[in-house]
C-alpha cells in the first residue's frame, strides 16, 4: 500500500533560522506530490504542489520544495523562518495507479520561537 | 463562492448516539472527501466520492457511511458513536484537474464522544 511519512513530528525554531521538512513517499510510478499547511484553528491550504517539470518547486510565502525521484522524496524548505510560520506542515502523494485518493503524511508541527 | 462549508463546528455526543456531519461546496467538483484527524497521525481517509451516487471507502471507513445524491452535498453519518470517533473531521472536494491542483476543504468539525 502506499504510504507518506515526514521526518518530524516537531520542530521548533529561532526566527530567521532555515528550514527543511522531510517527506518521503513509498511508491515507484508517477506521483503527483502536494506540501499543505495548516495554521492554528484554520483549515489545510495549499502551500505548493509538484506534477512534473522542474522538481525544485516554490509555493507561497517563500517555501520551496525539491522532488528527488531516486531517493522518494519531496522535501519542504525555507531559508529564513517568521514567527507567523508555526503550523502544522502535511506533505500529500497522488499515485498514479489511485488518482481518486490523495494519500497524506501524518504532518510535522513546527513552531517559531520570537 | 463559499467554497467547502461545514456543518456544525463543534458537537458533543454521548455514546451510542447518532448524527450527521454536513458537507457542502458550490465549486461545482465532482471529487469529494471525508477525512479525520488524529493528533500525530495526520489525516485519514473516511470515504469518497468521485460524483454524484458513486461513494467508496477509505483507509478507515468503519463506523461511518456517506451518501451522494447531488453534486454539491456529502454528509457524513455515524450511526452509533464511539470514543474512537472523537477527532477533528474535515470535508474536502476537487475538480477534474485536482490531481495536478489542489483540494479545497472545509473548516472542519471538531466531534467529542463521551
Known amino acids: 500500500a502506499q504510504s507518506v511519512s515526514q521526518h518530524n513530528h516537531h520542530v521548533i525554531l529561532s526566527e530567521a533560522a532555515s528550514l527543511e521538512l522531510g517527506c518521503n513517499y513509498s511508491y515507484g510510478g508517477t506521483v503527483n506530490l502536494f506540501w499543505y499547511v495548516q495554521y492554528p484553528g484554520q483549515h489545510l491550504q495549499l502551500l505548493l504542489k509538484?506534477?512534473?517539470?522542474?522538481?525544485l518547486v516554490k509555493g507561497i510565502k517563500g517555501f520551496e520544495a525539491e522532488f528527488i525521484k531516486s531517493k522518494f522524496s519531496f522535501n519542504l524548505r525555507k531559508p529564513s523562518v517568521q514567527w507567523s510560520d508555526t503550523a502544522e506542515y502535511f506533505c500529500a502523494v497522488i499515485a498514479k495507479t489511485s488518482y481518486d485518493k490523495v494519500i497524506f503524511g501524518p504532518g510535522t508541527s513546527l513552531s517559531v520561537i520570537p | 463562492n463559499a467554497g467547502v462549508t461545514q456543518t456544525p463546528k463543534f458537537r458533543i455526543l454521548k455514546i451510542g448516539q447518532s448524527m450527521t456531519l454536513q458537507c457542502t461546496q458550490d465549486m461545482n467538483h465532482n471529487y469529494m472527501y471525508w477525512y479525520r484527524q488524529d493528533p500525530g497521525m495526520g489525516l485519514k481517509l473516511i470515504y469518497y466520492?468521485?460524483?454524484?451516487?458513486?461513494?467508496d471507502k477509505g483507509e478507515v471507513p468503519n463506523g461511518y457511511n456517506v451518501s451522494r445524491s447531488t453534486t454539491e452535498d456529502f454528509p457524513l453519518r455515524l450511526e452509533l458513536a464511539a470514543p474512537s470517533q472523537t477527532s477533528v473531521y474535515f470535508c474536502?472536494?476537487?475538480?477534474?484537474?485536482?490531481?495536478?491542483?489542489?483540494?479545497?476543504f472545509g473548516p472542519g468539525t471538531r466531534l467529542t464522544v463521551l
Open positions: 466520492s468521485v460524483g454524484a451516487g458513486i461513494t
Open positions: 509538484y506534477f512534473s517539470g522542474d522538481p
Open positions: 474536502a472536494s476537487g475538480g477534474q484537474g485536482y490531481r495536478y491542483n489542489e483540494q479545497f
